[in-house]
C-alpha cells in the first residue's frame, strides 16, 4: 500500500527535523565554551550568548505552535532550517562580537522552527511514544558524536555553530516528505478552551517550581564543559567523552522512568530525585578530577528525565485540556533560557563550588513544595511519555539525555467531538394486514 512508505518517509522526516532543532541545546556547553575561548569573553557574557540562543528558540517555539498547520508544515520547515544555516553559519564566519550574537539569534530562532514543527508532526502519528523515542535516540547520538569529534577540530568558536548548520543543510532534503500544508476538515467542532483553570494555586506553585528547577538544571549544564576543562583539569577530549556517555545515562533514565510507570506515584519520585540531583549538582560543581566529574555528570543526566517525567504528568493532571501543562512548560522554558546567564554570574561572582551550594540549595527549596503539589492536588492518572526536554519548547517527545533541551506534551483530553447522527430506513406505518385475530382455524 502506498501510504505505508509514505507515513514512514513522514515519519523519517519528522524524526531529522527533530534532531536539527534540538542539536543546539543538546551542544549548549561547547557552544558556550568555545566562545569564552575562541572571542575572549568572560563567564557572564558567554553565557548571555548562549541564554540568547535559547531564548530565541522558545520564542520561536511559543510563537508557531499554533500556527504550524496555518502555515503548512513544509514551508515552516524549511524557514526554520534556512534561518539555522544563515545565522549559525553568519556566526562561525565571524569573530565581531554583534554579528555572533546576531547569527546566534536567528539560529536559535530558526532551531526553534524546527522544534515546533517536529513537535506538531510527531503528536499527531499514530504512535507518538514510538516517534519521540526514535527522536531522541538521533539527536543523542548525533550530539554525543559531535562531543566525541568536535575536540578534534581545532579550536574557536567556529566549529560547533558550523555543526549546527550543516545539520540543518543535511536535514533539508528530507523535508519533501512533509505535507505541503494539513487542511482542516470543515464543520469540524472547535475544541473547548473556556471556562476557569481549575486548580489554581497548585498550578502556580508548580509552574513558578518548574522555572527554579529548570534555571539551576540549566545553570550548571551552561558551564559543566568549563568545569571540567578548568577546574577538573580534563582535556576538552575527555570532556566530550563524559558528555557522550552523560548522554546514554540520559537515555537509561527515560526507560526507567517509563517501567516505574505509577507503582510509586508521584510525590517520591519528584521529591527524592530532586534531591538527588542537588547531590549530584554539589558533587560536580566541585569536581577536581576525571573520577568526581563524570560521576556527577552521568549520574545527573540519568535521575533529571525520571523527575522530569513525573513533574510534566502532574502539570497534565491539573487540567484536562492541558493549559496548566502549557503554562507550567512556559515556565520551565523561561528557565532554561536564564540558565546557562545565571551560571555564569553564579560561577565568576563565588566559584563554581559556590555556585554549585546556591543552585542545589535552591533545588531543595522547591523540592517540598513540589512534592507537595503532588501529594495533595488530585489529577488524572499519568500520561504515559509526557516528558518535556530542557529546551522547554512544547512537545510530545520523550525527555531523555542531556539536560539541555527541550519535549512537547501530549494533547490531554481529547476535545468532545459531535455525534454524527446515522440515518435509517424511513419509518413507514405498518400494513393493516399484518394485523390478524387470533380466531379457530375452523378445521377439523
Not at 105 to 120: E, Q
Not at 192 to 217: I, K, N, Y
Not at 289 to 298: D, H, K, R, Y
Request: glycine share 16%.
Amino acid at each position: 500500500m502506498p501510504s505505508r512508505p509514505r507515513a514512514r518517509g513522514a515519519l523519517a522526516a519528522l524524526v531529522a527535523l527533530f534532531t536539527a532543532g534540538y542539536l543546539a541545546p543538546y551542544l549548549l556547553p561547547t557552544v558556550v565554551g568555545r566562545l569564552a575561548a575562541g572571542l575572549g569573553l568572560g563567564p557572564s557574557q558567554a553565557g548571555l550568548v548562549g541564554s540568547v540562543l535559547l531564548l530565541g528558540s522558545a520564542a520561536a517555539g511559543f510563537t508557531l505552535a499554533a500556527r504550524v498547520e496555518r502555515i503548512g508544515p513544509r514551508r515552516a520547515a524549511r524557514l526554520g532550517l534556512l534561518a539555522m544555516a544563515l545565522g549559525y553559519g553568519s556566526a562561525a564566519a565571524t569573530g565581531t562580537l554583534p554579528l555572533v550574537v546576531a547569527g546566534v539569534v536567528l539560529g536559535g530562532f530558526g532551531s526553534g522552527t524546527a522544534t515546533a514543527v517536529a513537535a506538531s508532526g510527531i503528536a499527531g502519528q499514530p504512535d507518538p511514544q514510538r516517534a519521540s523515542t526514535l527522536g531522541l535516540l538521533s539527536v543523542s547520538a548525533a550530539a554525543g558524536a559531535l562531543y566525541l569529534t568536535l575536540p578534534r577540530l581545532g579550536g574557536g568558536h567556529s566549529p560547533p555553530l558550523l555543526a549546527l548548520a550543516g545539520a540543518a543543510v543535511l536535514v533539508w532534503p528530507v523535508t519533501g516528505r512533509l505535507p505541503a500544508a494539513t487542511r482542516a476538515h470543515r464543520g469540524a467542532p472547535a475544541p473547548e478552551t473556556a471556562g476557569p483553570l481549575p486548580h489554581r494555586r497548585a498550578g502556580a506553585v508548580l509552574a513558578g517550581c518548574l522555572l527554579c528547577w529548570s534555571l539551576a538544571q540549566n545553570a550548571l549544564w551552561g558551564v559543566s564543559g568549563r568545569i571540567g576543562t578548568g577546574q577538573a583539569g580534563l582535556s576538552e577530549v575527555t570532556v566530550g567523552a563524559v558528555f557522550a556517555l552523560a548522554l546514554g545515562a540520559g537515555l537509561a533514565g527515560v526507560t526507567a522512568a517509563g517501567a516505574l510507570g505509577s507503582r510509586l506515584g508521584r510525590a517520591v519520585p519528584i521529591g527524592v530525585g530532586t534531591v538527588l540531583i542537588a547531590a549530584c549538582v554539589l558533587l560536580g560543581s566541585a569536581a577536581e578530577g576525571l573520577a568526581s566529574f563524570a560521576t556527577g555528570e552521568i549520574l545527573w543526566n540519568a535521575v533529571y528525565p525520571v523527575v522530569l517525567s513525573y513533574v510534566l504528568g502532574l502539570a497534565a493532571s491539573l487540567d484536562p485540556r492541558g493549559r496548566w501543562a502549557v503554562l507550567v512548560g512556559s515556565a520551565s522554558s523561561l528557565g532554561t533560557a536564564c540558565g546557562p546567564l545565571a551560571g555564569s554570574v553564579l560561577s565568576e561572582a563565588a566559584g563554581y563550588p559556590g555556585m554549585g551550594v546556591v543552585l542545589a540549595a535552591l533545588l531543595l527549596l522547591v523540592a517540598a513544595p513540589m512534592t507537595a503539589v503532588a501529594r495533595h492536588a488530585s489529577g488524572r492518572p499519568l500520561v504515559p511519555g509526557s516528558i518535556r526536554r530542557r529546551g522547554g519548547a512544547p512537545a510530545a517527545f520523550v525527555a531523555g539525555a542531556a539536560p539541555a533541551t527541550t519535549a512537547l506534551l501530549p494533547q490531554v483530553g481529547a476535545p468532545e467531538q459531535e455525534i454524527a447522527p446515522i440515518p435509517g430506513p424511513a419509518r413507514r406505518g405498518p400494513a393493516r394486514s399484518a394485523f390478524r385475530l387470533a380466531r379457530p382455524s375452523g378445521r377439523g
